[in-house]
């Protein structure tokens, strides 16, 4: 599986190399980090990617990438499956993006190409969530095409049924 392309956006599916530059602080020789890039989040996601790589269990990840503009290459963010497929065909999905490539909708082509992904993958249900103070992520999601199906008295939970 390569990286996805949207009008805007290569969502470029991050190798082993990606996440250890990302570990470390040091791009690959060809690419482009936006000045903000990466951010805590993606270090964290790359950690995470990295140990269930060397777990080696066999077990199908539908993919980490990082979202790179088109126009210049630079990477500005990351989405991606925060695990496998459970046991019922559902996946969470999280994303993120540099602070200067907020406001754009870039998340939300992001969100949109990964939920098509999704859907041609044969996942069922990609999940979602949001801090109910963090109104632009509930936008990016209710762009993307998911529906807001419950609450509590700090998160909104959002997901898409693919099938």
Not at 8 to 31: I, N, Q
Request: charged share 25%; glycine share 12%; net charge negative.
């Amino acid at each position: 599986m390569g990286d996805l392309l949207t009008e805007r956006l290569r969502l470029h599916r991050l190798s082993a190399a990606d996440a250890e530059g990302l570990v470390s602080g040091t791009p690959e020789a060809t690419a482009c980090w936006a000045p903000e890039y990466p951010m805590d989040g993606d270090v964290r996601v790359a950690r995470h990617f990295l140990t269930f790589r060397a777990a080696g269990d066999g077990v199908w990840h539908p993919g980490t990438y990082q979202i790179r503009r088109r126009e210049d290459g630079c990477a500005i963010g990351g989405v991606g499956f925060h695990g496998p497929v459970d046991e019922d065909g559902s996946v969470t999905v999280g994303y993120g993006l540099v602070p200067s490539a907020r406001g754009r909708g870039y998340a939300s082509e992001a969100l949109r190409a990964l939920l098509t992904f999704a859907r041609e993958s044969g996942i069922a249900r990609v999940k979602g969530d949001a801090d109910l103070d963090n109104l632009a992520s509930q936008r990016v999601m209710t762009a993307a095409g998911m529906r807001l199906v419950g609450a509590d008295d700090r998160v909104r939970y959002y997901e898409a049924l693919l099938t």
